[in-house]
């Protein structure tokens, strides 16, 4: 989608401080899935909380935030600057007939003030505000229940144990979206029916969804899917959701609980009641007791994305797939990009670090599927 500059509108997308290294993707990935791309005129700083973002439609930037776990709201950027004389200045060379629909006298509004990493005052914030008094609000105000939101953008940049007197950068902007944080609680693995020991949270089970850019009608496989938190991710997004799993008690429900002070799981844990549970039943199609060192399926197109995450043996023992040579083998080995795994078919998109401990960490690989695999005649 290739798309003049003067065409993109200038947002302001303020994101949550935590999995750094998956946010870059997963707005990425989103911006692709509505439509859109991401040019290299982006202003990213990659550990900052805010990122411009040239879009071409408030459409598009409120599809992003139907979906983004990463980002907590959306901004109609303004004005920005490195000091307060640089952000009026900015304003006040913003066009006023993209300033005027929301200024309109019968309109109502209110302006929030959000600084990271430092604490203001009541009077300070007042004080802010007041000096925005050249702009030509002609609105009412209304705290409760306003028509229009503004909000003044603080930066006093990511150490605490440094801030600033003044910010490193400030913005100004229309409020347009939140994105969907609510949903990793809502979706808490703690509020869940049936978890096990090595259940991925809902955080970064939405992540792994947007980064598979699973969309309605979408059909997705977890080959590891254990007590199936990733497909609840994907069905929420309305795709049809299926895995397998080498456990026969993981995936009939059976066995010992997880939870503390429960010895024995229930009738309601199982794949299919998790997927109940948040009305998502009806996007469940199965789950099946298989080897996935082995190839069971047949021949041909099944799935739009396979979201998974393969066991790796620290909070949980892993169960023997393939040969005793090749799981010896694959443990003698530490991590290098060398080990990225790699087929002629696919092409990697992002590669993810997320620290566990000092020692320990695990990456989120994402591939996308660029052609079709074709058996050599000679093998």
């Known amino acids: 989608m290739a798309l003049a500059a003067s065409a993109l509108r200038r947002y302001l997308l303020l994101l949550a401080q935590e999995h750094l290294e998956f946010r870059l993707p997963e ?89 990271f990493n430092k604490t203001l005052t009541q009077a300070q914030k007042i004080k802010k505000i007041d000096a ?133 799981r229930g009738p309601d844990e199982n794949i299919r009641a998790n997927l109940r549970q948040y009305g998502l039943e009806k996007y469940y199609l199965d789950a099946l007791v298989a080897d996935s060192s082995r190839p069971i399926w047949r021949k041909g197109m099944l799935f739009d994305a396979i979201i998974t995450d393969p066991p790796y043996g620290i909070r949980e023992a892993t169960r023997r797939t393939g040969s005793l040579k090749e799981a010896v083998k694959s443990v003698e080995r530490r991590y290098t990009e060398e080990i990225i795994p790699r087929h002629p078919c696919l092409k990697l998109i992002s590669n993810c670090e997320q620290m566990l401990s000092r020692h320990t960490s695990r990456r989120l690989i994402t591939m996308e599927k660029v052609k079709e695999f074709k058996v050599s005649l000679n093998s």
Not at 66 to 86: D, N, P, Q, Y
Not at 163 to 190: C, M, N, T
């Open 27 to 115: 707005i990425t990935s989103l911006l692709s899935l509505c439509g859109g791309k991401f040019s290299g005129e982006q202003e990213i700083r990659v550990n900052s909380p805010f990122w411009i973002l040239n879009i071409p439609s408030e459409e598009m930037a409120r599809g992003l935030m139907k979906r983004t776990v990463c980002a907590k709201s959306i901004f109609e950027l303004w004005g920005h600057g490195r000091s307060e004389g640089e952000l009026y200045a900015s304003l006040k060379n913003y066009p006023v007939d993209k300033m005027l629909p929301y200024l309109q006298s019968d309109s109502t509004y209110k302006v929030h003030i959000h600084t």
């Open 132 to 264: 925005l008094e050249f702009l030509p609000f002609k609105g009412k105000v209304n705290l409760k229940n306003p028509e229009h939101i503004f909000w003044i953008l603080e930066d006093y940049g990511t150490d605490p144990n440094n801030v600033p007197e003044e910010p490193f950068h400030l913005y100004f902007g229309r409020w347009i979206a939140d994105g969907q944080r609510e949903l990793i609680e809502s979706y808490s693995v703690k509020k869940r029916h049936f978890i096990g020991n090595t259940s991925m949270d809902a955080c970064l089970s939405f992540i792994m969804a947007n980064h598979g850019r699973v969309k309605p009608n979408d059909v997705v496989c977890d080959p590891f899917v254990g007590t199936g938190g990733l497909l609840i991710s994907s069905a929420h997004f309305g795709a049809y959701v299926c895995g397998t799993d080498i456990d026969y008690n993981t995936i009939h429900g059976l066995g010992k609980a997880s939870r503390k002070n429960q010895k024995w």
